[in-house]
């Protein structure tokens, strides 16, 4: 019962054994969902999405998010880290490939598409996985190109030009959001109230989860981990990858009294309704398709 997502597993009966653990043998047999990339394609490849978007055809971004949704699916994953939906117009940008180019219409047609092509009409599907839009927010303007660099826009050329995507891929029902390595004018993604409340909750009426990227939490603004952990679960990222931060420090704010329990319990709400959605508490285990 100490793991509560799992990132890497792709093989149906290691999934298996590691739920089996979470649900028969944990105090409250709560499933584990487990995570994967899944960008362009799983057993069958597909063209990477900037080639991809070259079709300007919608419905071949769903049907090849379906085949991919399905292949995962049946090697025990629920849940994949895509689609990018970052604006990118710096080439010297590494991860141009993974998204839909320059034009904001365009990355708004791929992330609806995607979404419904990984989640179906029905996310517990068994054919189907969460999807989750990323990188929020204006990752793929960092300056100069470089990965993880700060980004420095005005805020009617973030709303005008870089957030259309995210939106469509929330709108179209995106099960949970990625927050960006980046700071946004000075502020961190996993810690901007602005970003993660006022326009994903408030304005779009996001009801997921967010997880932060690959160590995202321990930013560098914050003197700590632990500040950082506290910053992060306040401004509403209720997941932590990799960075051990929450694990870490999360149990220790709150018996001091730095940081409320409420936002513990709304990070894990948030969860759960997800793993809900999924069917993972009627269903927990991947079946394999019969040979």
């Not at 292949?71 to 141009?96: K, L, P, Q, S, Y």
């Not at 469509?168 to 602005?194: E, R, S, W």
Request: a negative charge; aromatic letters at 10%.
């Amino acid at each position: 019962g100490r793991i509560g997502s799992f990132i890497g597993i792709d093989d149906a009966d290691k999934a298996n054994y590691l739920q089996r653990i979470a649900v028969e043998e944990s105090r409250l047999g709560i499933p584990i969902i487990f995570g994967m990339d899944v960008i362009h394609g799983h057993k069958t490849i597909f063209p990477i999405p900037l080639a991809e978007a070259c079709s300007f055809d919608p419905e071949l971004f769903k049907a090849t998010a379906e085949i991919a949704a399905q292949e995962a699916a049946e090697d025990g994953i629920n849940w994949t880290f895509a689609h990018m939906v970052d604006i990118a117009r710096d080439a010297r940008w590494g991860r141009c490939a993974e998204g839909a180019g320059e034009d904001t219409y365009l990355a708004s047609v791929f992330a609806e598409a995607k979404v419904r092509g990984f989640q179906g009409n029905d996310i517990s599907d068994r054919n189907h996985v969460a999807a989750c839009i990323k990188h929020f927010a204006a990752y793929g303007a960092a300056e100069g190109g470089r990965d993880y660099n700060t980004v420095d826009m005005s805020r009617a050329k973030f709303l005008e030009t870089y957030f259309p995507p995210y939106a469509a891929g929330i709108k179209a029902g995106a099960a949970t959001v990625m927050a960006a390595f980046n700071d946004l004018n000075g502020a961190p993604c996993t810690t901007d109230k602005y970003l993660l409340q006022t326009l994903l909750r408030g304005e779009l009426g996001f009801d997921g989860f967010v997880i932060s990227d690959a160590n995202g939490i321990d930013h560098g603004t914050a003197q700590t981990s632990e500040e950082a952990a506290a910053q992060a679960i306040e401004a509403g990222c209720d997941m932590d990858l990799g960075a051990n931060s929450y694990i870490n420090h999360l149990e220790g704010l709150v018996s001091d009294g730095r940081v409320s329990e409420e936002y513990i319990d709304r990070a894990v709400r948030n969860i759960l309704r997800i793993k809900l959605a999924l069917g993972l508490f009627e269903r927990p285990y991947a079946v394999k398709p019969d040979k």
